[in-house]
């Protein structure tokens, strides 16, 4: 298929000037950016519309989750801190994840936190005195998974009790950091890109205008309007 | 086929210049929600608030749930002067009250309600923007679905917020159509085709076997 000039990379030539340079490879780090990421971006607008439509029925998740308890000795635990101690009875119990903390531990009660991670919850409640544990399992099925896929920060704006301290919930919330960051560059390298072709500007401000007003109502013009 | 490469082309380029702003406000509140940035401002003190007496409340609104409960209240808001999305509705019988936060983006209020008195105690709090990224980022989200789109503009917003992640899906597909047509491009954008899908899936299955 023979493509228009423009359409055609240019070739791994030596670049007259750092400008031409310049527009290579913004355009290379547009498409670069765009395979690379490709993966994630599909996972986030997928999870992203089944978040906005928990009705669709089916993506359904939690009436077919399966729950199982079991009771286990520990020893210990040793540790001094709280989440360390946590982390000890989770060696022991096999379990590996995300550790949430209740508000607030029962003075009179057992040792208690939840470990999390996508497609599985675990409550534990560690009676130290006794040196007996019950484990409540939830599993949820793979719609389940990439449902806290997309939401998997191990932090909440309006949580101050529980802190990210599990290193693969660090890497996920790394990735959705370049997931973003690769995004906005994306964007701004398509905008060079399509400044560029002069046939197309005054189409693309029209697009682009209607964009950033429709998405500016939203963000700061209804504070004013209502 | 030329003619479908060209169609293609604009679509990809026109369509991504119009989601472009909505791209852009959902990557950045990213940052804010992966690193709990709200939270750590910390809490705008509110407006002081007013108080409103001889309220008509709508009969039995004490005991209505759900969406009927915030379509009953909803002309009592308006009377108030009181607009946006209804989060949701605390009642506390024994003080005969019912507590409403309402948000646009950017804003806050939170209407008291005495059913028993008729009055009403009306506080705003303006939010910084990023907490209307979030906001908007958030909603409407899985969370209270039989009360969620009760203002026209969320209802809104739920068919911009979808439009983005289709046209985001379209966007990606046009653009692996025209990128194929990139000779010079191809092994490279392959090598990174599958560096991606490899970080992807095996980071995907580290967190969740």
């Known amino acids: 298929m023979p493509l228009p000039v423009s359409e055609v990379s240019p070739p791994d030539t030596p670049r007259r000037n750092p400008v031409d340079a310049f527009f290579v490879w913004n355009r290379r780090l547009h498409y670069y950016l765009g395979l690379s990421l ?39 635990p040793e540790g001094t801190t709280d989440l360390a101690r946590a982390r000890d009875l989770m060696r022991q119990f096999g379990l590996a994840g995300e550790v949430q903390w209740p508000n607030a531990q029962a003075a009179a009660g057992p040792f208690s936190f939840q470990v999390t991670r996508p497609g599985r919850a675990v409550e534990v409640k560690a009676d130290l005195a006794t040196r007996r544990a019950t484990l409540q399992q939830t599993d949820v099925n793979v719609w389940g998974v990439v449902h806290v896929l997309h939401t998997f920060t191990g932090v909440r704006t309006t949580d101050a009790v529980n802190e990210r301290d599990w290193f693969l919930t660090t890497i996920w919330a790394l990735s959705m950091d370049a997931v973003a960051a690769g995004l906005v560059m994306m964007v701004c390298s398509s905008y060079v890109m399509w400044y560029r072709l002069r046939t197309k500007r005054r189409g693309g401000i029209v697009a682009l205008l209607a964009g950033l007003a429709t998405c500016g109502v939203f963000v700061v013009g209804l504070r004013w309007l209502m | 086929m030329r003619r479908f490469y060209l169609l293609t082309r604009d679509l990809h380029l026109y369509l991504g210049l119009f989601v472009s702003p909505f791209i852009l406000l959902f990557a950045i509140s990213v940052f804010f929600l992966v690193h709990g940035l709200p939270g750590a401002a910390g809490p705008v003190p509110p407006d002081a608030p ?63 309600l005495d059913y028993e008195e008729g009055t009403a105690v009306v506080s705003s709090r303006a939010q910084p923007v990023s907490d209307a990224l979030v906001y908007l980022h958030k909603t409407p989200g899985p969370h209270n679905v ?64």
């Open chain 1, 38 to 76: 490709l993966f994630f971006c599909w996972l986030f607008a997928l999870t992203g519309l089944l978040l906005n439509h928990p009705k669709w029925e089916f993506a359904q998740f939690w009436p077919t989750r399966v729950q199982t308890r079991a009771e286990q000795e520990f020893r210990g």
């Open chain 2, 50 to 112: 007013r108080t409103v007496t001889g309220v008509h409340m709508p009969p039995g609104v004490a005991t209505l749930q759900g969406r009927a409960r915030v379509d009953a209240l909803r002309p009592v808001l308006d009377t108030l002067g009181v607009e946006g999305e209804v989060d949701f509705i605390r009642h506390v019988a024994r003080q005969h009250r019912l507590v409403i936060p309402v948000r646009v983006p950017g804003r806050e209020t939170t209407v008291t």
């Open chain 2, 146 to 209: 039989d009360v969620r789109g009760n203002a026209v503009f969320m209802r809104v917003w739920r068919a911009l917020a979808d439009a983005t992640a289709y046209l985001l899906m379209f966007i990606t597909v046009s653009g692996i159509y025209l990128w194929t047509s990139l000779r010079a491009e191809r092994r490279i954008g392959i090598a990174l085709l599958v560096a991606g899908a490899c970080s992807f899936f095996g980071l995907a299955y580290a967190v969740a076997r």
